[in-house]
């Protein structure tokens, strides 16, 4: 099962908030769906379905100084001349000029990917680290969750690290807010 993420604006607007979403499978229903404004894709790269919601986490996270409202962003100055492909790369692989250098480590350690499996029908999350090692999350928790486990457990990182307090907060409509 492939998945897709997505950039979505405003056709004829070139300052505007962009939507950076993802759809794991088939098409997104119609993009003008409760906006009066023509909405256009503007990318649309494939992601393999497993690590989709990572991806979109991370890049949610790395523009969150640019956050509009729910998945919306203000990114257009920053996209290069290349294109949008250009920049969701750019985003992901944090070589970005302009973008929040977020990564999740300590030392030699830091999370590669977090892979969303299933187990006998129940989805988890799994953690790979540069080291070489995994941490198999708990079936049923969210990703800030696995991810906080490991900063603590692997990392070793003490509980009122700044790390482990940013990993509270996910993005919703009204911004980024604390979860669980």
């Known amino acids: 099962m492939d998945g897709r993420l997505y950039v979505i604006g405003e056709e004829d607007d070139e300052v505007g908030p962009v ?54 962003f203000n990114v257009r100055d920053l996209v290069p001349l290349t294109g949008w492909s250009a920049f969701l790369d750019g985003v992901r692989d944090a070589s970005l000029h302009g973008i929040r250098p977020f990564r999740i480590g300590a030392g030699d350690c830091e999370a590669r990917t977090v892979r969303q499996v299933r187990t006998c029908g129940r989805r988890h999350f799994v953690v790979e680290c540069t080291c070489g090692d995994f941490l198999d999350g708990y079936s049923g928790k969210a990703m800030p969750t696995v991810l906080r486990r490991y900063a603590t457990e692997h990392l070793e990182l003490p509980k009122g690290h700044l790390l482990l307090q940013e990993l509270r907060y996910e993005v919703h409509n009204e911004g980024f807010r604390d979860v669980e």
């Open 19 to 72: 939507k950076i979403g993802i759809v794991y499978q088939g098409k997104r229903a119609g993009l003008n769906t409760g906006n009066w404004r023509r909405l256009i894709e503007l990318e649309s790269v494939p992601v393999d379905v497993e690590t989709l919601r990572w991806r979109e986490w991370l890049t949610h996270r790395r523009l969150r100084h640019r956050h509009v409202h729910g998945e919306w």
